[in-house]
């Protein structure tokens, strides 16, 4: 399988669980991908090692005059996923149907909401 990973509100929200199921998938031999709309290759690298996630490939625009969530949408449809974990609900409504998507959710109080 592919597995396509964003930073920014989906890792950052749980970094020990992200570094735990990166772990689990390349153990056991599926691709990871990390897609993220940041601009410093070297910082994202180092933090995503402070949080234990590993990863096959790190995908970064390389300019920044476009709308994030169609970079993302092409960044993501590059690698073909099977399973992405993304936080931009307009991200995962633009990736093909195919792909199974997760987003990470806030609760208070017993109440859902899209972040």
């Known amino acids: 399988m592919r597995i396509g990973l964003d930073i920014d509100g ?11 199921l990166s772990k689990v998938f390349m153990d056991a031999g599926h ?16 933090e995503l090692a402070e949080y234990g996630v590993q990863f096959h490939e790190l995908i970064l625009p390389e300019n920044f ?6 970079w993302k949408i092409e960044a993501f449809e590059k ?3 099977d399973i992405v ?31």
């Open 10 to 20: 989906t890792i950052t929200r749980a970094p020990e669980f992200f570094a735990f």
């Open 31 to 46: 691709h990871v991908a990390v897609v993220t709309h940041r601009m410093d290759r070297k910082l994202t690298e180092e």
């Open 65 to 70: 005059d476009h709308e994030i969530a169609e």
């Open 79 to 81: 690698i073909k996923p």
């Open 85 to 115: 974990f993304e936080d931009m609900v307009d991200v995962v409504n633009g990736l093909p149907n195919s792909v199974v998507s997760f987003v990470p959710l806030s609760h208070k109080l017993g109440q859902l909401e899209y972040k």
